[in-house]
């Protein structure tokens, strides 16, 4: 039996810690009396720098149970951050890591189906939200506006994953060569690649607090998730000014034909004729210089080029 490490990132979570960790004991009893991991197993809360009580709970619950281990961050570095911290923190313990929000919004039970997915050789499992009626419908709304504009700019990101996910041990020692400093783990993990697979589950309500994503995280999180992983804003650029340039030979032509024809103030043809091609020439050069900057901006990023998933001797 393989040892299993949840982690799970918590802020402010004092109201939900008491109750998560009582479920999560249970579940863990549960899947260690069926065989389905190792007694060894352990649910891991990672503290992002809480302002409330949130430690506390955290020293008690471990001083209570060898189940319960806790990281402290220094300060709020937000879920993403938090998460990989306790990722990172832990692969070397473990066979593999599931991770998930301290508000149980994830149905606990998907752990299961989890579970057989990687007995059955996958190194990733996503956790899909099958439906979310329980969220707002703003945040259904941009949420779906999120996965539609990654997708556009080339992200391969599960449509609705959070971060509820199986990795396996040698999924997260891949994850570990990605060094990039702004890391947007769910386009991260496809591009890790191994055999990976989904589990659907219902979507319920935070059963205590507030979620700790306001509008203002959320917004930052998505312009993140775009700007960390795609040049393709740089390239539109590139785009508009092929177009502008070429519309400003059309214009010429047309401003010609004006002139020709005589019915033109002076000067004003080859006044309107230099504002299209300047503007189309400046805006191609913007984008020709940004080509460069994205390079140099995914050399900087200096992911593996490769991973290596089986070598035979
Ligand atoms: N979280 C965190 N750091 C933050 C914000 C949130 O670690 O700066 C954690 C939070 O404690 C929870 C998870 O991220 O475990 C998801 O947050 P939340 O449930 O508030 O988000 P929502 O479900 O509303 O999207
Ligand atoms: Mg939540």
């Known amino acids: 039996m393989d040892k299993l490490y949840l982690v799970v990132p918590c802020y402010n979570e004092e109201e939900v810690l008491p109750e998560t960790a009582r479920r999560l004991a249970a579940k863990f009893d549960n899947l260690i009396a069926g065989g389905k991991i190792s007694p060894e197993s352990k649910v891991v809360f990672v503290d992002d720098g809480s302002k409330d009580r949130t430690w506390e709970i955290i020293e008690g619950l471990n001083e ?3 189940l319960f281990q ?5 300060r709020n570095k937000g879920h993403q951050n938090a998460l990989l911290a306790g990722l990172m923190a832990v692969k070397d313990e473990c066979d593999m890591t599931i ?3 301290a508000d149980l919004q994830d149905d606990i039970d998907a752990i299961d189906r989890m579970l057989e997915k990687y007995y059955d050789g996958c190194d990733v499992v996503y956790g899909v939200r099958s439906e979310r009626k329980t969220d707002s419908a703003f945040k259904r709304t941009t949420a779906h506006g999120f996965y539609k504009i990654m997708k556009l700019l080339g992200a391969d990101i599960i449509y609705n994953h959070a971060d509820y996910r199986l990795m ?3 999924a997260l020692d891949a994850l570990s060569e990605f060094r990039e400093v702004n890391l947007f783990l ?3 993990v496809p591009l890790v690649g191994f055999k990976s697979d989904t589990v659907e589950y219902k979507r319920t309500e935070r059963f205590a607090g507030q979620s700790k994503y306001p509008l203002k995280k959320m917004i930052s999180f998505a312009l993140n998730g775009i700007t960390s992983f795609s040049i393709k804003p740089i390239r539109m650029i590139t785009l508009l000014g092929i177009l502008i340039f070429s519309v400003s030979i059309l214009m010429l032509v047309y ?3 004006r002139h020709f024809s005589g019915n ?3 000067g004003w043809t080859t006044l309107a004729a230099s504002v299209w091609a300047i503007g189309g020439l400046q805006l191609l050069a913007i984008g020709v210089v940004g080509e460069y900057i994205g390079k140099m901006y995914m050399e900087t990023k200096a992911r593996p080029k490769y991973v290596i998933e089986k070598y035979l001797k």
């Open 64 to 66: 209570s149970s060898p």
């Open 70 to 74: 806790g990281i402290k961050l220094s």
């Open 99 to 101: 991770s998930m929000d």
């Open 168 to 170: 396996s041990r040698r």
């Open 186 to 188: 769910r386009g991260i």
């Open 255 to 257: 401003f010609l034909i």
């Open 264 to 266: 033109t103030v002076q």
